[in-house]
């Protein structure tokens, strides 16, 4: 209680704190753990200045930004996510369109197309542009042509989230703006240097989680090709951090959970509730060591 009273005097996300800034990280469903960190802020007074986000951190973080509070979007996803029933039938109803279609491109892996997806389930007045967010947004995806990332901040919101999220062998890759992107967690997990410079406090938030497993046999081929995915982004994190880590780092521990459990929100969101007052416990000695920064 005590240190909850103090993040409320220091910092109310307004004239009075610090500014903060936050990088919702990509790890599929793993990143179902993100609304730990935005309840904690709802519960602090506390709203960004700035958010970035790759992969399922887009679709978190476009929430955030969108004025959805932590306990809506809680209770929007366990509401879509905790009937299976449902689920399946908006997933089959983002089925190919038509035999034209499905002779044209077969049926075959990655054949989901994540931009009627994501389409399907977002919540229906969410905003369609980015200029309708109240918080200004850097939605991060892969340009798999071009070798490099792409940072989307305006124009179509939902076609920039679905070309964040569009997890490789998974769901077709995403055509906008004439070029083909892919998740954007395969260049920057956690995009955090996007809001570098933007606040006082930036807070990254990492759900990539590790491979894990029976030792002595050799996993799935599935498992193996997100496992691999895993920790190529471990390994570009890691980097990251060694040359400009931010100053709130948090990692829910998700590591059990695969990138597609998305079935299993309402376990993945208990079993990943301790983050939140080990997030607000570092928040706070960021909070301290701006105040001593700027004494």
Request: hydrophobic share 45%; net charge positive; glycine share 12%.
């Given at each position: 209680?005590?240190?909850?009273?103090?993040?409320?005097?220091?910092?109310?996300?307004?004239?009075?704190?610090?500014?903060?800034?936050?990088?919702?990280?990509?790890?599929?469903?793993?990143?179902?753990?993100?609304?730990?960190?935005?309840?904690?802020?709802?519960?602090?007074?506390?709203?960004?200045?700035?958010?970035?986000?790759?992969?399922?951190?887009?679709?978190?973080?476009?929430?955030?930004?969108?004025?959805?509070?932590?306990?809506?979007?809680?209770?929007?996803?366990?509401?879509?996510?905790?009937?299976?029933?449902?689920?399946?039938?908006?997933?089959?109803?983002?089925?190919?369109?038509?035999?034209?279609?499905?002779?044209?491109?077969?049926?075959?892996?990655?054949q989901f197309d994540i931009e009627r997806i994501v389409r399907n389930f977002m919540p229906e007045r969410f905003p369609h542009d980015f200029g309708e967010l109240r918080i200004p947004l850097s939605v991060i995806a892969t340009d798999f042509y071009g070798h490099h990332e792409t940072v989307f901040t305006d124009g179509d919101l939902w076609s920039a989230i679905a070309a964040s999220a569009a997890i490789p062998a998974l769901f077709r890759p995403v055509r906008r703006d004439g070029r083909i992107f892919i998740d954007g967690g395969i260049f920057n997990p956690v995009p955090y240097d996007h809001v570098i410079g933007k606040a006082d406090i930036v807070i990254g938030i990492d759900v990539i989680g590790t491979p894990r497993g029976d030792p002595r046999r050799i996993p799935k081929t599935v498992d193996s090709l997100y496992g691999t995915s895993q920790l190529m982004m471990r390994s570009i994190l890691k980097m990251k951090l060694k040359m400009q880590p931010?100053?709130?780092?948090?990692?829910?521990?998700?590591?059990?959970?695969?990138?597609?459990?998305?079935?299993?929100?309402?376990?993945?969101?208990?079993?990943?509730?301790?983050?939140?007052?080990?997030?607000?416990?570092?928040?706070?000695?960021?909070?301290?060591?701006?105040?001593?920064?700027?004494?």
């Open positions: 209680m005590a240190e909850t009273t103090v993040l409320r005097k220091q910092n109310t996300g307004g004239q009075n704190g610090p500014s903060i800034a936050v990088a919702f990280g990509g790890g599929g469903a793993r990143g179902l753990s993100h609304i730990h960190v935005i309840e904690a802020l709802d519960e602090l007074g506390i709203r960004p200045v700035a958010i970035s986000g790759s992969s399922i951190g887009a679709m978190m973080g476009a929430a955030m930004a969108s004025g959805m509070t932590g306990r809506e979007i809680r209770e929007y996803t366990l509401g879509i996510l905790g009937n299976r029933a449902d689920v399946v039938a908006r997933l089959w109803r983002r089925r190919p369109a038509s035999i034209v279609e499905i002779a044209d491109r077969g049926f075959r892996i990655g931010p100053d709130v780092f948090v990692q829910p521990p998700v590591s059990t959970f695969r990138v597609m459990d998305f079935l299993k929100a309402n376990q993945i969101i208990k079993e990943t509730a301790p983050i939140r007052d080990e997030f607000k416990r570092k928040l706070e000695r960021a909070i301290e060591a701006k105040a001593k920064a700027d004494a």
